[in-house]
């Protein structure tokens, strides 16, 4: 099969530490390239999930209300109102801001 030049732009230093890992992993960064590209062509997808910043600081939210429901439940204050949660929260804040 014919071969083709491929260029790609990216920080300088992005890319020495990424010359690095693909040294450690016993390829070039060419390598590493072509192992991707033909694991995109063959599993006709990106080989792994790519999400937002915004993505991911829903999930932490979503995961640290679940974390704060069961902790309330096994100490027994799952009966709290909107109003003293929000007390809550405020006094949290303002003890993080000391």
């Known amino acids: ?40 062509v063959k599993q006709g997808r990106i080989p792994f999930s790519l999400e937002s910043e915004a993505e991911i600081a829903a999930q932490r939210a979503r995961d640290a209300s679940k974390l704060m429901r069961r902790l309330a439940a096994q100490n027994g204050i799952n009966d709290m109102s909107i109003d003293e949660i ?10 993080k801001k000391l």
Do not use: H, P, W, Y
């Not at 491929?6 to 390829?27: A, H, P």
């Not at 929000?86 to 003890?95: A, G, H, V």
């Open 86 to 95: 929000d007390q809550e929260i405020k006094l949290f804040r303002e003890e």
């Open 1 to 40: 099969m014919a071969q083709t030049a491929f260029t790609v732009r990216m920080d300088s230093e992005t890319k020495k530490k990424f010359d690095e890992l693909c040294k450690d992993f016993g390829m070039s960064a060419n390598t590493a390239f072509n192992v991707f590209a033909r694991t995109v």
